[in-house]
């Protein structure tokens, strides 16, 4: 059986779930101090709560689950969402290496950004990364979005219905 990604709502278990096993990636901060700080934060169920519950409050973020074969592996979201001007920004963090570099990532960025598209009504989805995370780079390119510029140790992309 090949590997199922899909995309689920984020729950409070599912968040629990992902936030079990995550291991910060070095690649996502420009400040190491920042990483080495997030690096070592263990697992506290009140703190994955409070993050929960921030973003269910926030009423222009959509907030998924990233599942393989049922199991949480990460989260995608879809935040800032400007039904005005038609447009949002993606955002993903897969738990760890175990689930990194086998594609998983690119076939839940396609499921966000198709459901940006369909479901929302959107016409552009913007994304930055870390200019030093070259891989978050491939994804984004392999996915369709477009090298827009870069910036304040970011690239910026986007990609239109």
């Not at 009140?46 to 989260?75: H, K, P, T, W, Y």
């Not at 989805?125 to 392999?142: F, H, P």
Request: aromatic share 8%.
């Amino acid at each position: 059986m090949a590997d199922h990604i899909a995309l689920m709502p984020m729950t409070r278990e599912r968040m629990h779930e992902m936030f079990r096993d995550f291991a910060a990636d070095p690649d996502l901060f420009i400040d190491m101090a920042l990483y080495e700080r997030a690096r070592s934060c263990a697992y506290a169920r009140e703190r994955i709560d409070a993050l929960f519950d921030r973003r269910q409050a926030e009423a222009d973020c959509l907030s998924f689950a990233v599942m393989l074969n049922g199991e949480v592996i990460g989260e995608v979201c879809l935040k800032h969402i400007d039904r005005a001007a038609g447009e949002c920004v993606l955002s993903i963090h897969l738990k760890n290496d175990a689930v990194k570099n086998k594609g998983y990532g690119t076939r839940a960025e396609r499921l966000a950004v198709e459901h940006a598209f369909g479901a929302l009504g959107l016409k552009r989805v913007c994304a930055d990364c870390v200019i030093k995370n070259t891989r978050s780079q491939r994804v984004l390119e392999k996915v369709g979005f477009r090298f827009l510029r870069e910036a304040d140790g970011f690239r910026y992309y986007a990609i239109d219905a």
